[in-house]
C-alpha cells in the first residue's frame, strides 16, 4: 500500500489511503463537508476544490458573545403602595410632629435629612407612649384612607403585567385595613399583599423574601418598585431583587439622600415609564 500525505497550511499533515478505496481521513471534522465528499473514495480526493474551510467574516467568539447576551427574565413585580400605588395624601411631616413633638421632631430630622423612620423610632418607647404614639399614627393613616386615590398609570400598568403572567405581590407599611380598601374600591388585587402587620418590615427584605418564596422564584427574577429609597429600594437590594425608584417631584436629586448610600437599578418619574422600562430591559416571556 503506498502512502501519501497532505501538508496543512501550517505544516501538519495527514496521511492519505490510495491504494484502495475506503474513506479517506480528512483534515476536517466530516460535519464541516459537504456530504457528497465525506465518503469519497481516496482516488478522488485530489478533486475536492478545497482542504481548508475559509475564515469566517465574523470571530466565532464575537458570534457566541450575540447568541448567549439574553434578557434576565422577568417573573414578578412588587409594589409599595402608599405613594406608588396611591397619590400620596397623608401628611407624614405633619404626623411626626404630632408623635414626636415640634422640638423632637426638628432635632430627628436634621440628624437624619433622608426621612425619619417612626414605626422602628417608637419601638424603643415605653408601651404607654407606643400606645399613644400608634393612636396618632392610626388617625392620619384613616384620614389618608378617607381620601385614597389611585396613582396614575397603576391601572394600566397592572393590566400590562397581568398580559405577560407577571406576577403581582405588595409590601406596605400601612395598615391591613388600607390594603383590603385598595382591593375593594379599584377592583386590583395584588397577592400576597404584606402590611405592617407582617413582621420585620420594610427595610427589613423579610416580606420581599417571604413574597419570592410564595411565588417559588428567584428574587433576581423579581423588581420592588417605589417610592421610598430608604424603605423599598433598601428592602429590594437587601433580598437581591431588582429596584425601580418613582420619583415623581425629582426629590431624590437631593444631596440629602447621598449618605443613603442607596442606587437603584432604574428611576422613573411615573408609572408608566415601568412599562417600557420593563419590555426593554427584562424577557417577559410567560
Known amino acids: ?4 500525505s497532505l501538508v496543512n497550511f501550517n505544516g501538519s499533515t495527514w496521511p492519505l489511503r490510495t491504494t484502495d478505496s475506503s474513506p479517506v481521513p480528512s483534515p476536517l471534522p466530516p460535519k464541516y463537508l459537504p456530504p457528497k465528499y465525506r465518503t469519497m473514495p481516496s482516488r478522488l480526493f485530489k478533486c475536492i476544490p478545497f482542504l481548508h474551510p475559509k475564515p469566517h ?6 458570534l457566541t458573545t450575540m447568541s448567549t447576551k439574553t434578557k434576565t427574565r422577568l417573573r414578578g413585580v412588587v409594589f409599595d403602595m402608599d405613594g406608588t400605588l396611591t397619590v400620596p395624601v397623608i401628611d407624614f411631616s405633619s404626623m411626626y410632629k404630632a408623635v414626636l413633638g415640634e422640638t423632637e421632631y426638628r432635632r430627628i430630622r436634621q440628624e437624619n435629612p433622608s426621612g425619619i423612620d417612626i414605626l422602628h423610632l417608637i419601638e424603643s418607647w415605653s408601651p404607654d407612649e407606643q400606645r399613644k404614639a400608634n393612636e396618632i399614627i392610626l388617625d392620619f393613616e384613616r384620614l389618608g ?14 393590566g400590562f403585567l397581568d398580559s405577560k403572567k407577571i406576577r403581582r405581590g405588595l409590601i406596605t407599611r400601612n395598615v391591613k385595613e388600607a390594603v383590603d380598601l385598595y382591593h375593594q374600591r379599584f377592583e386590583i388585587v395584588f397577592s400576597p399583599a404584606l402590611s405592617r402587620e407582617f413582621r420585620p418590615y420594610k427595610p427589613d427584605p423579610a416580606p ?5 418564596s410564595t411565588w417559588d422564584v428567584q428574587p433576581n427574577e423579581v423588581m420592588m418598585v417605589g417610592d421610598s429609597l430608604k424603605d423599598d429600594v433598601a428592602c429590594g437590594k437587601r433580598a437581591g431583587a431588582f429596584t425601580c425608584l418613582l420619583d415623581e417631584k425629582g426629590r431624590y436629586g437631593s444631596a440629602d439622600f447621598t449618605e443613603l448610600d442607596l442606587e437603584p437599578d432604574f428611576k422613573v418619574a411615573s408609572l408608566a415609564e415601568v412599562h417600557s422600562l420593563l419590555e426593554t430591559n427584562f424577557d417577559l416571556m410567560p
Open 1 to 4: 500500500m503506498i502512502c501519501f
Open 57 to 62: 467574516p465574523f470571530p466565532l467568539s464575537h
Open 145 to 158: 384612607r378617607e381620601r385614597l386615590q389611585i396613582m396614575p398609570g397603576a391601572a394600566e400598568l397592572c
Open 208 to 212: 420581599l423574601l417571604h413574597i419570592c
